[in-house]
């Protein structure tokens, strides 16, 4: 009842369900946290110029230097926001993001707005699409919500990448770096170039640039080499280039073209052969020389967009928007029971791999004004299509594993913003019409599920998606705000396609397939005044027809069970009497249930694959001058799960971060240290899930140093 009362709210004048918090809880250099810029933020992830201050959503916004800084600590985009953002999962510190969550759910990571997802299979790998050194912010939009479309159960991890020069003439930008972990090992020294050229002559500019980084092995805090994932795809031991371009024209009235490329790719040097740990004795999987059969696991992306945007047509704001992407994912490969074929070789013998083929077609367009006599009223109208073609195939034997499948989702939405009593109140709601149809055609599943002949149908699925909230203001300073909003997406519906075993199945009946619906419900409060910075939110979060990864004979299956997750979230940044000095904290503590015996009642606990522990996030930021510094502290705390063994409990562990920075006439120069203490740990998702598989007991990164120069001209 009470989604459909939201609903018939969100249909009279009212404005976007969105709310906000502004910017990294634990970093004091984030736009949260900087008291000139915050009612001034515009997030554009979130489909609207409103500022970030008038929506009621939790929004962290991580800019360019935080995010530098961070990426020069940990080395990805994606660990980065893990680092800064207590809601976050540990991150599994390999290729793959399984398991990996935003307020217990999966985020939809995109750049520039565009998806990077793969809803028919997921890869894993939608963190590893772009080289950071070309991504200016970080836009994270919290909790389920459907505002970039499909996928966003968790929220929006928006990569928003670096813009048009201001100014006529040639800049350039550029980056060396030098990766080494304690002790000078050779084998884990990495090294990372980047350059950017920026270009404007009137209305034309241009900007491109590349990268290249080569990655060591790793160590963990007892000195010994962390262990490979030889299947799901490794970042130590790897070589990644990336080229980026982007190419704009002014037209009259302020209105641009823009058109967008990159490419990405990672892949795996295999150099390195797994030695398999013991979790009896405490002892982690480690790695020797050798040589990994097949092709080494790699990712390559591609983006290519073509954008019209017009802030000044008929009075209102104006954004069109065309994509095309494409992703080759390709998995280690091993003699696994679930690729042998008695028909290619004798069982036990068959030695194979997967990849997973997507590429994705698809436009968004929008329009918001405020209305003509109420300009107290900002309405926002938009439609969004999506194309989606993947399969997941066999590189050693050419087999489909997922059969190749098309998914097509048409959804137009219209959102509103009402300010009352000259902005003292907002009252905001939408609504969004999700029509989405899956393709798939007659195939047969591996020999392993018993060469199942499946007919193949199109099943088709459609909702109405609401979204309704409040901000009040009742003073300056201080914000309060109540949200409800609804994210859609599908289960991995590939391992599905392939998992099945029973003859007979009609793909178009087939209620494993039916979309997943969550509902995020939030309250918080805001304090910005004197210096001080604090938020506080709590959200509860539902779906009554959830998606699970559930551990079967070797290969992760979706199961279908109901979940309801709720948490906490608290910030507080503090800008001292010191100048220069400004200190920073956040807390994050999430509580996940589901129904895993199907016996009616959510009492069991979400495993660690499907919810991050709770988490303390501290730090120091200093600026002076020519020299900066930061120290931040990640408190990740011990989990027990009321599971019937105690192996999969968390014990936790601390990561200290260090980052210092001397401005010069060439440039700035960096010494950044990533776990400065060299702690010794398991990493979440090795000590949580899994727990009987020695071959996946993987130590976490010792102490490792990375030197930079980034120079401007």
Known sequence: ???????????????????????????????????????????????????????????????????????????????????????????????????????????????????????????????????????????????????????????????????????????????????????????????????????????????????????????????????????????????????????????????????????????????????????????????????????????TAELLSFSLTDPDLGGGSFALMGFYSRTDDVFGGGVFDTFQDPAIAPVGTLFDQSGNRSRKLGGKVSYERALPGFEDLVLTAGFDAL????????????????????????????????????????????????????????????????????????????????????????????????????????ADVGRILRGITQPDVQIESYVSLEPVVSNNRELGLEWDRDGLKASASYFWSSSDFGSLLVLRNDVFEVKRQPIRIEGFEASLAWQTPVDGLSLSGGYAALKGKTDGNEDGKIDQDLDGGNISPDRINLAADFSSGRFGARAQTRMYLEREFNDASTETDFAGYTLIDAFLSYRTDFGEVSLAAQNLTNRYYITYDSDTVRVNDNSRFFAGRGRTFTLSLRSQF
Not at 78 to 93: I, K, M
Not at 429 to 443: F, I, M, Q, S, T
Request: aromatic share 8%.
């Open 387 to 490: 194309f989606d073609r993947t399969a997941q195939t066999m590189v050693q034997t050419g087999r489909d594993w997922v059969p190749e499948s098309d998914f097509r989702s048409l959804a137009p939405f219209l959102q509103g913003n009402l300010a009352l009593a000259g902005g003292l109140v907002r009252l905001a709601g939408g609504l969004r019409y999700e029509n989405v149809e899956l393709k798939v055609g007659d195939y047969t599943t591996l020999a392993s599920y018993g060469a199942v002949k499946v007919t193949g149908g199109k099943p088709s699925f459609e909702d109405v998606l609401f979204n309704g909230g409040v901000v009040i203001e009742p003073f300056q300073g201080l914000r309060a705000y109540g949200s409800y909003a609804e994210g859609f997406t599908i």
């Open 1 to 299: 009842m009470y989604r459909y009362l939201v609903g018939a709210l969100a249909l009279a004048p009212l404005s976007p369900a969105f709310a906000q918090s502004a910017d990294s809880p634990a970093d004091a250099s984030s736009t949260r946290n900087d008291p000139a810029n915050d009612t001034a933020i515009v997030v554009t992830a979130a489909r609207t110029q409103l500022p970030a201050s008038a929506l009621p959503l939790t929004v962290d916004v991580i800019g360019s230097e935080a995010l530098e800084r961070q990426v020069l600590i940990s080395g990805s985009t994606v660990d980065a926001v893990s680092a800064l953002l207590p809601s976050f999962s540990p991150t599994r510190e390999k290729l793959s993001g399984a398991g990996e969550s935003l307020r217990g759910r999966a985020p939809l990571f995109a750049i520039n707005g565009i998806p990077q997802s793969t809803p028919v299979r997921d890869g894993s790998r939608d963190g590893y699409t772009i080289d950071p050194f070309f991504i200016d912010r970080v836009e994270v939009i919290y909790g389920s919500n459907a505002l970039q479309g499909i996928g966003a159960t968790g929220g929006v991890v928006n990569q928003v990448t670096v813009g048009a020069p201001r100014e006529d003439g040639l800049s350039l930008r550029s980056l060396f770096q030098l990766t080494y972990p304690t002790g000078f090992k050779g084998e884990g020294i990495g090294a990372k170039t980047g350059a950017l050229a920026s270009y404007r002559d009137g209305a034309f500019d241009a900007t491109v640039g590349a990268t290249f980084e080569k990655r060591g092995a790793f160590f963990d805090g007892h000195g010994n080499r962390v262990g490979v994932d030889g299947t799901q795809g490794e970042i130590q031991d790897s070589d990644s280039w990336s080229v980026f371009g982007r190419f704009g024209y002014d037209l009259p009235g302020g209105a641009r073209l823009e058109l967008v490329a990159n490419r990405f790719e990672l892949e795996g040097n295999a150099n390195y052969v797994l030695v398999t740990g013991d979790r009896a004795t405490g002892m982690p999987a480690t790695s020797r020389p050798g040589t990994t059969p097949g092709a080494a696991p790699s990712n």
